[in-house]
């Protein structure tokens, strides 16, 4: 059995030891238990009560079957950290958008305008594996582009004049 199929139904803090022939050879917290370390496969397991009330959760592997040098522990990420990480990316996003001193075109495509409606447009953009589709709306005779939004759903572009 593979490590991280049991080590899933364990708490987060909850010490995991890595033994080898009876010796604990290292330890982790459940919750910063390494991805590379739960495709290990493990030979035996059992929960571990000390003296003092202590739990910990020893999983026995053959010799060898452990990596000689261990992976960093899995570091926790707060909400509040994330969110914080997330809000920079987003204005290194728009940093990166805004405009440079040199804007070379360096494909050019011409295509067919087919005039067809706004759901199959969006059937061939997602077809094509594209985030927009440009396309001669039926239901208005304009041009319009249809593009998949951030959230999952979809946008329509129409122009007023």
């Known amino acids: 059995m593979k490590t991280g199929k049991i080590t899933a139904k364990l708490r987060d803090a909850v010490p995991v030891c890595l033994m080898v022939n009876g010796e604990e050879v290292k330890r982790y917290k459940n919750i910063e238990l390494p991805d590379a370390l739960k495709e290990v ?27 000689e040098v261990f992976p960093e522990a899995r570091t926790r990420v707060s909400r509040a950290a994330k969110a914080a990480a997330q809000e920079s990316t987003e204005v290194m996003a728009v940093e990166a958008t805004e405009p440079e001193e040199s804007m070379d075109i360096v494909r050019e495509k011409h295509f067919a305008l087919k005039p067809c409606s706004t759901e199959e447009a969006i059937l061939q953009m997602d077809l094509l594996g594209h985030s927009f589709f440009l396309y001669h709306s039926t239901e208005n005779d304009k041009i319009q582009v249809v593009y998949r939004r ?7 572009l129409i122009p007023e004049a």
């Open 150 to 156: 951030a959230d999952g759903g979809y946008g329509v």
């Open 41 to 67: 496969e493990m030979t035996d397991f059992h929960f571990n009560v000390h003296m003092d009330g202590k739990i910990t959760f020893e999983i026995h592997y053959e010799e060898g079957a452990l990596p």
